[in-house]
C-alpha cells in the first residue's frame, strides 16, 4: 500500500540521516575525547585541567546520543507524537533524579559520570522508539552507523597503540595535538573508506561525498577550461 511504501521511505531516509551524522559525530567526539588532556592545556591553560574528564566521558556519550536525536522528530513524521512525548518524559523522570543524587553524593566528577550514563540511556530509549514506530530491528540505527563506528574503533587504535611503542610525553601538548589530531583523522578516513570499499561501494554518505568531489573538480576543470 501507498502508506507503507511512505513507511519505509521515511525509515530509509532516517537510517541514512543516522548514518551521515555518524560519520561526523562519532570521530569528532571520540578524538577529543582522547586528545581532552592536551587540548585543554592547549586552549585553556593548566588551571582548567579539572575540566579533562568532561571532553573525556561526556564527548563520546554525546556522539553515541547524537546518532538517536532525530527519533524523535522521525516519531512525529510517522505521527506518533504521543508516544515520543512519553519517551522523553520517561527519559526526564530517569534522569533529573539520578542526576541529583550523583551530583550531590559524589560532587563534580559524579554528575559528569552520570550525565554521561544518561547519554547511553538515551540511546537504548531512542532504540527502542524506533523499534516501536518503524517494526523494524532494535539494532538498525547501529548497523546503519556500522562503518564509523568500525572506522572509530581503528582510529582509537592510534591513541591507545602510541603510549606503547612510542613515550611522547616530553613533547609539549601543542606538538602532541599537532601529531595526534592528524594521525587519528588519516586512521579513522583509512579505515571508512576501506570498510565502505569492502562492502562494495554501496550508497551512503561516502557515495555522497565521492560524487560532491568529482562534481567539484569537473566544476574547477570546466573553469581552468
Not at 64 to 72: D, E, G, K, R
Request: aromatic share 12%.
Amino acid at each position: 500500500s501507498q502508506l507503507e511504501r511512505d513507511g519505509d521511505r521515511m525509515r530509509r531516509a532516517y537510517l541514512g540521516g543516522v548514518a551521515a551524522v555518524a560519520a561526523i559525530a562519532l570521530p569528532t567526539a571520540f578524538g577529543v575525547a582522547f586528545v581532552a588532556g592536551d587540548l585543554v592545556a592547549v586552549v585553556f591553560g593548566p588551571k582548567w585541567a579539572q575540566t579533562v574528564p568532561v571532553l573525556t566521558y561526556l564527548t563520546p556519550a554525546f556522539g553515541v546520543q547524537a546518532l538517536m536525536l532525530s527519533t524523535y522528530y522521525y516519531a512525529m513524521a510517522r505521527g506518533r507524537v504521543r508516544l515520543a512525548f512519553f519517551r522523553e518524559l520517561a527519559f526526564l523522570l530517569i534522569k533529573t533524579p539520578l542526576f541529583i543524587w550523583a551530583a550531590a553524593t559524589h560532587g563534580f566528577l559524579g554528575a559528569v559520570y552520570m550525565a554521561a550514563g544518561t547519554c547511553l540511556i538515551y540511546t537504548v530509549l531512542q532504540l527502542i522508539l524506533y523499534r516501536q514506530i518503524s517494526g523494524g530491528r532494535l539494532t538498525d540505527p547501529l548497523w546503519a552507523a556500522r562503518r564509523s563506528i568500525g572506522a572509530v574503533a581503528v582510529m582509537a587504535l592510534w591513541f591507545l597503540a602510541v603510549p606503547a611503542f612510542r613515550d611522547m610525553s616530553g613533547l609539549a601538548p601543542v606538538i602532541r595535538l599537532l601529531i595526534n589530531v592528524p594521525m587519528g583523522a588519516l586512521f579513522y578516513i583509512a579505515a571508512h573508506a576501506t570498510l565502505w570499499k569492502i562492502e562494495g561501494c554501496p550508497d551512503g554518505v561516502e557515495a555522497q561525498l565521492v560524487a560532491t568531489m568529482w562534481q567539484g573538480r569537473g566544476s574547477s576543470a570546466k573553469k581552468a577550461e
